[in-house]
């Protein structure tokens, strides 16, 4: 699984927040994002691994952050439990939503709901999230609009690369961003900017469209 490096800063005043170091790859499955997040200090913020199905939705999902753990996939929408880090069993509920896909902190998330939805230059839709809020993984339901503005063709030593334009907005603020994708990899988006990738992007798999 190529590894890479994301730097994380405050989307409103640019104060930096720490890194993302992360490796993800199509397999068996679908396709596997696993992250470490760290503060600007070194300390360990938070881990995710995410697994997509064929079908790009998300069959495994596990956070850790602030003491508490995760675990969701999809079923008849998504489902999760969410209890103490420390294995212990305490404070677990379990949780429901009849939402598309999951959503987070993690670059991982944008890239998993692009490839959810498939859309062609020019298309729009809208879907409904739950995220887990940093840093106790408390979830939240909310919905966005997704419209992918345009694809561009840059040339690069290793070839040709596809990157995607997409304009993302949460329906609920109206706040919006501008979103650039290049297969399993976001190259930018606000507070997110690539730092490191030791080879190209993987790009995705016609396989993994139904």
């Known amino acids: 699984m ?3 490096r994301y730097s994380l800063t405050d989307p ?5 927040l720490g890194e993302e170091r992360f490796s993800c790859a199509p397999g068996p499955a679908g396709w596997r994002y696993v992250c470490k997040t760290y503060a600007p200090d070194g300390a ?3 881990t995710a691994d995410l697994t997509l199905d064929s079908r790009n939705r998300p069959l495994r999902l596990e956070l850790r952050s602030g003491g508490w753990q995760v675990r969701g996939g999809a079923l008849d929408g998504v489902s999760w439990v969410r209890t103490a880090a420390d294995g212990s069993g305490t404070d677990t509920t379990e949780g429901h939503d009849r939402a598309h896909t999951f959503s987070g902190s993690s670059p991982a998330f944008l890239v998993a709901t692009a490839r959810l939805l498939r859309l062609e230059p020019g298309a729009s839709s809208r879907l409904r999230l739950v995220s887990f809020t940093d840093p106790v993984l408390a979830p939240r339901t909310f919905d966005q609009g997704w ?7 840059h040339p690069t030593d290793t070839g040709p690369l596809r990157v995607e334009r997409y304009q993302v907005a949460d329906l609920e603020t109206g706040e919006q961003q501008i979103v650039h994708l290049a297969g399993d990899v976001v190259l930018d988006a606000p507070g997110i900017e690539l730092e490191e990738l030791e080879s190209p992007p ?3 798999p016609a396989e993994y469209n139904p």
Do not use: C, I, S
């Open 2 to 4: 190529p590894n890479g």
């Open 202 to 204: 993987n790009q995705w």
């Open 44 to 46: 360990v913020l938070r």
């Open 147 to 153: 419209l992918l503005e345009a694809v561009d063709t």
């Open 12 to 16: 409103h005043d640019g104060t930096p």
